[in-house]
């Protein structure tokens, strides 16, 4: 008979695995690969996510491994943006393709493309990045020279969502908000794409479960987008671990995974935005109570950095700068008590130790009241 597991329980494996019940030792890409992505809509969210698990984190760590194409940032799961382990961008980016048609179908450009002959614009576009990098904008307008009825802005997002591309260094680096310059991954990793092969469904799935469960089926397609998992775990049912939840949902997991107690441990964390903590799962549940959803998904599309206490979300937090002064502003959603107070500040002051701008820069706290 399965073992059931409590939202405790699935809590405290999943922030292991995720390694937000102690920071690790690990380089920014064996972090990365761990974690199977971080996402990376903005650039400095995912140094943030990192500085979270990792011991030590230097913000020069991860713009290295940029720089050195051990990292990629690229559009992956869920057709967004995320930071990749250069060997997982080559190996699961072919599996995605149909998120991103979905994703290009579903988006304002689909009737801006109609009757288009796509594959010619495909090729087209394909031509123009192999002279050289590109901005989306700079693509966009090299094909409505071709293409002069049509919108540069819905054929460049043709591109995007039919080739592999990666925004190269500096786009994704710390404070970089400039403009990505675009290439196909295997341009942009040479002779270390050549013998890369595509990864399998089964394969995604045992990575996401080791970054993200024990999970359901609706977890992993929530997570990656994809559909057809069902098909998935039954051909690796023999080899995986089922446990039951308390809402009587079946549970899959690695045999080895960690599943700390309930009880464990769980220390103060500041979760960075659009983190995927948040993001991986149908059923929040776990890290999130359905009562603060609407404070951490904001209406406009941001996923603010959050407060975890004793595991679960518990406030929210940003970071404000004013003349040479960064202040972090917590929002608690209840009552924090003395002690959980002390360690969510201290964990703050930490924060802005590493997201210092420059010396000589004042740092504060400031805990708003109850909402």
Excluded: C
């Amino acid at each position: 008979m399965a073992v059931v597991l409590s939202q405790r329980a699935l809590n405290r494996a999943t922030l292991a695995r995720q390694m937000l019940l102690q920071r690790r030792r690990a380089t920014a890409a064996q972090a990365i690969e761990k974690l199977a992505g971080l996402q990376a809509q903005a650039p400095n969210p995912p140094y943030i996510g990192l500085w979270s698990r990792l011991e030590g984190f230097r913000r020069e760590q991860l713009t290295e491994a940029l720089k050195k194409r051990r990292v990629v940032r690229m559009s992956t799961m869920r057709a967004t943006l995320h930071l990749m382990a250069a060997s997982d961008a080559l190996a699961w980016r072919p599996l995605l393709e149909p998120v991103h048609q979905r994703g290009l179908q579903g988006s304002s450009h689909a009737r801006a493309l109609e009757g288009i002959d796509r594959a010619a614009v495909v090729q087209a576009g394909r031509a123009l990045l192999r002279e050289g990098p590109l901005t989306s904008s700079e693509l966009g307008q090299a094909l409505a020279a071709r293409w002069k009825d049509r919108e540069p802005a819905s054929l460049a997002a043709l591109i995007r969502n039919n080739l592999p591309l990666v925004h190269l260094p500096p786009a994704g680096s710390w404070n970089s908000h400039q403009g990505a310059r675009l290439q196909p991954i295997a341009q942009w990793l040479g002779e270390s794409a050549a013998d890369a092969a595509a990864a399998t469904q089964d394969d995604l799935l045992l990575r996401y479960l080791a970054a993200f469960g024990p999970a359901t089926l609706a977890d992993a397609g929530a997570w990656s987008g994809l559909t057809g998992w069902k098909a998935v775990a039954e051909r690796l049912r023999p080899q995986l671990r089922i446990f039951i939840g308390e809402q009587g949902q079946e549970l899959f997991d690695l045999p080895r995974a960690p599943r700390p107690g309930p009880d464990a441990p769980a220390p103060p964390r500041l979760v960075a935005e659009w983190d995927n903590l948040m993001l991986s799962h149908a059923d929040r549940s776990r890290v999130m109570s359905e009562a603060h959803r609407a404070r951490v998904f904001t209406v406009n599309g941001i996923v603010r950095g959050t407060v975890l206490l004793d595991g679960f979300v518990a406030g929210v937090w940003k970071i404000e700068r004013a003349k040479n002064t960064a202040k972090v502003v917590l929002e608690p959603f209840t009552r924090w008590s003395k002690a959980d107070r002390l360690g969510v500040q201290e964990e703050a002051m930490r924060l802005l130790a590493f997201a210092a701008d420059g010396e000589g820069e004042r740092h504060e706290v400031r805990v708003l009241s109850p909402a």
